[in-house]
């Protein structure tokens, strides 16, 4: 997989991501929402965000509210979002390795059922590092890879039948 493959397929279909129940809603977004109760003050990123809903679901913690994707679709649904709920936003195109915002943007980077399309995982850990801002927090939730080595690699199999642009799950301590 490449930097281009991901971003194909999902524009074809953001629309699905928008209305998916796996998506929309977890009990990890409750437990970060949780976290941060009483804060306003947040400058959020929805890193490798789909159609936004971990960055959405922060939006009463933001002051200043992000989100980055390789999908320009995936965007568009984004966008289309925000404008429905009057909350301006800022949607930017680009990857996980190369994000385009200033160093130290964000106090609250997130990323939700992603982190598996990463094509280089030490080059977004970089680029999270870079954009996150001294004391701010980091929130990754994501498949897990096993410790076992073949079971992971019957896993990964079957995360690519699943879908084809399945990178990698990674464990804990590749974390």
Same mark, same amino acid.
């Given at each position: =997989? ?6 194909? &397929?999902? *524009? ?10 796996? #998506? &929309? ?6 437990? @970060? !929402?949780?976290?941060?109760?009483? &804060?306003?003050?947040? /400058?959020? @990123? *929805? ?16 002051? !200043?509210?992000?989100?980055? *994707?390789?999908?320009?679709? =995936?965007? /568009?649904?984004? !966008?289309? /979002?925000?404008?429905?709920?009057? &909350?301006? %936003? ?8 190369? =994000?385009?915002?200033?160093d130290s943007s964000f106090d609250l980077v997130l990323s939700r ?6 094509? *280089? ?8 590092? /870079? @954009? ?6 980091? @929130? %990754? ?8 080595g073949s079971v992971d690699a019957l896993n990964h199999q079957l995360e690519v039948? #699943?879908?084809?642009? !399945? ?9």
């Open positions: =997989m490449n930097l281009q493959t991901a971003p194909k &397929r999902f *524009d074809g279909i953001a629309s699905n991501y928008v209305t998916s129940e796996v #998506h &929309r809603s977890s009990a990890s977004m409750s437990y @970060v !929402q949780a976290f941060f109760a009483g &804060r306003t003050d947040l /400058r959020v @990123v *929805d890193l490798a965000c789909g159609a936004g809903h971990f960055g959405f679901s922060l939006a009463p913690h933001a002051a !200043q509210l992000s989100f980055c *994707d390789p999908s320009p679709a =995936m965007l /568009r649904a984004v !966008q289309a /979002r925000a404008d429905e709920a009057g &909350r301006a %936003i800022v949607a930017a195109e680009g990857a996980a390795e190369a =994000m385009p915002f200033d059922l992603a982190p598996h399309h990463f094509v *280089d995982l030490d080059g977004a850990a970089q680029e999270i590092a /870079r @954009v996150l801002a001294p004391g701010g927090h980091c @929130v %990754i939730v994501d498949l897990e890879g096993m410790f076992d039948l #699943h879908d084809p642009t !399945q990178g990698r799950s990674y464990t804990q301590i590749e974390w």
